[in-house]
């Protein structure tokens, strides 16, 4: 039997995280409940640098949770997903969020300063 096709939702196309350390955006809910058959998933990402300046703030991606669409959304024990530093980069990383119909990614400055965030998350 062959392998379902991968969806990829893109959460955030270079949106810039400025200020303080704990800033965060948070992507629209995913709907997980018709797309994810297998529940493999994979966050790819880019964190890098903004206004001219050198170095980006420490960026954090965390996934959250919640059984319905429009409800409070809640970070599982072990949420976080990757933690990127002052320098920035790009990776793809895999994830395994608890079972559960909706998440929504979020990206969080770690410490002073701007990262430029580009992310997506990869289904099969």
Do not use: Q, W
């Not at 018709?34 to 954090?60: F, P, Q, R």
């Not at 319905?68 to 997903?81: A, E, F, L, R, S």
């Amino acid at each position: 039997m062959a392998e379902r096709k991968i969806t990829t939702i893109h959460l955030l196309k270079s949106y810039a995280l400025y200020g303080s350390a704990g800033t965060t955006k948070d992507s629209d809910p995913i709907d997980l409940r018709d797309i994810s058959a297998k529940g493999d998933y994979s966050l790819s990402y880019t964190v890098g640098t903004a206004g001219g300046i050198a170095t980006c703030g420490s960026c954090n991606f965390l996934y959250l949770g919640c059984d319905v669409y429009d409800g409070t959304y809640v970070i599982p024990t072990g949420g976080t997903c990757a933690t990127i530093g002052d320098s920035g980069g790009s990776d793809i990383i895999s994830i395994s969020p608890p079972v559960v119909p909706f998440i929504k990614i979020r990206a969080s400055v770690g410490t002073s300063g701007t990262a430029l965030v580009t992310a997506a998350l990869n289904v099969r």
